[in-house]
């Protein structure tokens, strides 16, 4: 998930489900802020990219990210993965 705070991207991702990435929320404003808000209750990295959030941002809900962003979004998807393993060493 991306913020600029006056816009955010939620991403899905399901290992052995999805076959790429998909937007599951974006909004602005007072939406992106609540998107924020959902990722923190939950726990959820934020990573913060002004390029990548303008190329996600032109993509519907739902919608598969195209291969072109692939590389951008392994390289978030890395970086849950390396929070959630800091986590699970941490013990939280």
Same mark, same amino acid.
């Given at each position: 998930? *991306?913020? +600029?705070?006056? %816009?955010?991207?939620? /991403?899905? #991702?399901?290992? +052995? !489900? &999805?076959?790429?990435? %998909? @937007?599951?929320? *974006? +909004? $602005? +404003? *007072?939406?992106?802020?609540?998107?924020?808000?959902?990722?923190?209750?939950? &726990?959820?990295?934020? %990573?913060? &990219? %002004?390029?990548?959030? &303008?190329?996600?941002?032109?993509?519907?809900?739902?919608?598969?990210?195209?291969?072109?962003? #692939? $590389?951008? @979004?392994?390289?978030? /998807?890395?970086? @849950? #993965?390396?929070?959630?393993?800091? !986590?699970? @060493?941490?013990?939280?």
């Amino acid at each position: 998930m *991306k913020t +600029g705070r006056d %816009k955010a991207i939620a /991403l899905r #991702y399901k290992r +052995g !489900k &999805d076959t790429s990435p %998909k @937007v599951t929320a *974006k +909004g $602005q +404003g *007072k939406l992106a802020e609540k998107i924020l808000a959902i990722a923190r209750t939950h &726990d959820i990295p934020v %990573k913060e &990219d %002004k390029a990548l959030l &303008d190329a996600l941002y032109r993509l519907d809900i739902n919608e598969e990210i195209p291969e072109e962003l #692939y $590389q951008v @979004v392994a390289e978030i /998807l890395a970086f @849950v #993965y390396r929070m959630n393993r800091l !986590k699970e @060493v941490r013990g939280e």
